[in-house]
Nanobody, 124 residues
Framework: QVQLVESGGGSVQAGGSLRLSCAAS????????MGWFRQAPGKERKGVAV????????YYADSVKGRFTISQDNAKNTLYLQMNSLKPEDTAVYYC?????????????????WGQGTQVTVSS
């Protein structure tokens, strides 16, 4: 059964932090790569970060490098996104994704499974 459930979103002031979680079913968590994407109002969905679940290699969009960290807890089948130094432009619905044809933040169309999303709002 395919299941991705995000949590941890909320409202925070600029400069603050949030940690998003994505609880995955065993089948989904077996994906070789998982990622976080976000979609701001009126804009297309864009990649934020990906992680190779086997080796732990990570890749980030330039806009979040040095501020966001993607990680995993294999014992809990859970993917995380630690977000620090948040900016108003980080405001978006954040989605967890799995089972891509290609492990990349550059193309959301290659990802097969998606969660329902969690809202992050950063005020100035």
């Amino acid at each position: 059964q395919v299941q991705l459930v995000e949590s941890g979103g909320g409202s925070v002031q600029a400069g603050g932090s949030l940690r998003l979680s994505c609880a995955a079913s065993v089948y989904t968590y077996s994906s070789y790569c998982m990622g976080w994407f976000r979609q701001a109002p009126g804009k297309e969905r864009k990649g934020v970060a990906v992680i190779y679940t086997g080796g732990g290699s990570t890749y980030y969009a330039d806009s979040v490098k040095g501020r966001f960290t993607i990680s995993q807890d294999n014992a809990k089948n859970t993917l995380y996104l630690q977000m620090n130094s948040l900016k108003p432009e980080d405001t978006a619905v954040y989605y967890c994704a799995a089972e891509p044809k290609l492990c990349t933040v550059l193309d959301n169309n290659v990802w097969r499974y998606w969660g329902q999303g969690t809202q992050v709002t950063v005020s100035s």
